[in-house]
């Protein structure tokens, strides 16, 4: 397996920072990799909770199946990815002191074979970087809501 971990501190209560980054309607937010969402199976968030979402991973377009594995909000979401691509993801809250720290992480399936082997650190580092972005731009949206006491949710 491939894997990418990233940890920030995001100034905001854990429930809303917990509630906002695993919601898959809030993903284009902060990942402009997620082109579409489809065929959600409903709310509130939840263990079984599944949905479909194309998605670019490191230039390529994909078809991703997510379904909820573990739900134990405001601490632990994980999420089980099939499809074009098979691998986990998986969100974890912590409060302390006025800030809450947010670890997420993605790990796929690399490619078969030698190509599997040339491509994972290639991989890796556009998965890292992706990360990294995707949650400094989660960090700024999520505290503005909490400044200004409002949410991106329609």
Request: hydrophobic share 40%; aromatic share 6%.
């Amino acid at each position: 397996m491939i894997h990418a971990e990233h940890t920030i501190a995001i100034r905001a209560p854990i429930a809303d920072v917990f509630a906002a980054a695993t919601d898959p309607w809030r993903a284009p937010e902060w990942n402009p990799g997620v082109v579409e969402i489809t065929d959600f199976s409903g709310y509130p968030i939840g263990e079984g909770t599944t949905w479909n979402q194309m998605t670019m991973l490191a230039g390529r377009l994909m078809t991703l199946r997510a379904r909820v594995q573990r739900y134990d909000a405001p601490r632990e979401g994980v999420i089980e990815i099939s499809g074009d691509q098979r691998g986990r993801v998986w969100t974890r809250c912590r409060r302390e002191g006025d800030v809450t720290i947010v670890t997420n992480g993605i790990e796929v399936e690399p490619p078969g074979g030698l190509v599997g082997r040339l491509a994972g650190p290639m991989i890796h580092g556009v998965m890292a970087r992706e990360l990294a972005h995707s949650m400094e731009r989660q960090r700024e949206t999520l505290e503005r809501e909490a400044r200004t006491g409002g949410s991106g949710t329609a």
